[in-house]
């Protein structure tokens, strides 16, 4: 059974690879519930089938993911409070549960359920924007920071060479 896109969803498979692009850049890659059971579905089939040896999750534009779209939600059913949308249930568990490697090439903003998205894959390439936009160490993901790929400050990028000038300033 062929890997089918949707509307914001871009699909391929190529070399053993399945490529999902989240492709909304104008909403920053948000993702509508309908988006979010579509890439559930995407990793049960890729683990289904044997030409899958990796699945590699990206967005389009400056973002990676801001995380649910909720612009078709409809507040007045709910008195004006927005309804609780949980990424978790149905998306960060498939993920979570593929036993192929995920591979997440953050290319920009990682925020809300964007941020849980990327921490989902097993190896992270982040590159432009995301280098300072995914993790804020102040924050209370700091316990994943370890885990990213890249650094997600000025302290880590220059941690050895730091740690050498210390030491050898503490010997002199």
Known sequence: MPFESIDGIDVTLRDHL?????????????????????????CAQAEDDDDVRVVLLTGTGEAFCA????????????????PPVSMSKTLFLALLELSKPLVGAVNGIAAGGGLGLALCCDIRLIGGRAVRDVVQPHRPHRQRRGRLAAPTDRRHRQGDRAHRVREAHRRA
Do not use: C, F
């Open 67 to 82: 995380g649910a779209d909720l612009s078709g939600v409809d507040l007045s059913a709910s008195g004006g409070q927005i």
């Open 18 to 42: 399945l490529r999902i692009r989240l492709d909304r850049p104008e909403h920053l890659n948000a993702m509508t519930p309908d988006q979010m059971n579509h890439v559930s579905k995407l």
